[in-house]
């Protein structure tokens, strides 16, 4: 069965600072991949998604990057930190003739 | 054309009772249409998903409607329980487009 991992699950981090969170997808290739902000209320906003190796659609622009170097790793990243970069992020995939999304566990992000 | 606008922002129900979660939509390409349920800290979760080839779909105590006519579609959970307090999201995809469009989120609480 197919199951996604996403860490740290807490994280505190001081303002410029770097940022790196991994996911991982297992039991599936070539997935889909997703990386979604919820900020302070309930929106999903969509940061980046992936169809493939090296392959990153940027949905807004801002203080953070993804990058996707194997199948079913995808991370996201930023050089420096801003307070506004604090949320809840989540990583989702889906197969290739799939439509719904399997979301992670999220990872919580304070920026302090 | 992208949008999809979900009301109420938050819903208040006693045990037992109805809730109802509603969604519209302008893009006419969509053609699945699932609901997503999410608890604290945890990343949202697949509840129930309906195409536009059926106008309702029951899954236990939770239920689907869809108007492709008005382009609408709704959730009902029936008796509805203080475990069911949660936010809840509807969403749409269609075509070509790798990506889920959702709606703002329901914040349901279910009084004991």
């Known amino acids: 069965s197919q199951t996604i991992h996403q860490w740290p699950a807490t994280l505190v981090q001081p303002v410029g600072s770097p940022l790196s969170l991994e996911c991982t997808v297992e039991g599936t290739s070539n997935p889909n991949l997703y990386w979604y902000r919820q900020a302070a209320g309930r929106g999903l906003q969509l940061l980046f998604y992936?169809?493939?190796?090296?392959?990153i659609s940027s949905e807004v622009p801002q203080n953070l990057s993804a990058s996707r170097p194997q199948d079913r790793q995808f991370i996201l990243s930023s050089k420096k930190l801003l307070l506004s970069d604090s949320g809840f992020y989540l990583c989702a995939w889906t197969g290739f003739l799939d439509y719904g999304y399997t979301f992670g566990s999220g990872t919580r992000l304070t920026v302090v | 054309q992208q949008q999809v606008k979900q009301s109420p922002q938050s819903l208040i129900v006693q045990k037992g009772g109805i809730s109802i979660i509603n969604c519209a939509y302008e893009?006419?390409?969509?053609?699945?249409f699932p609901w997503y349920q999410q608890f604290p800290g945890k990343g949202p979760a697949l509840l129930i998903a309906i195409r536009p080839d059926v106008s309702e779909k029951k899954e236990g105590r939770f239920t689907i409607s869809f108007n492709k006519s008005a382009k609408q579609f709704s959730l009902h959970i029936m008796d509805s329980q203080p475990g069911d307090s949660a936010t809840y999201f509807c969403?749409?995809?269609?075509?070509?487009?790798?990506?889920?469009?959702f709606g703002k989120g329901t914040l349901l609480t279910v009084n004991p």
């Open positions: 893009n006419t390409a969509f053609d699945y």
């Open positions: 992936s169809v493939g190796i090296g392959q």
């Open positions: 969403a749409a995809k269609g075509g070509s487009n790798y990506k889920l469009t």
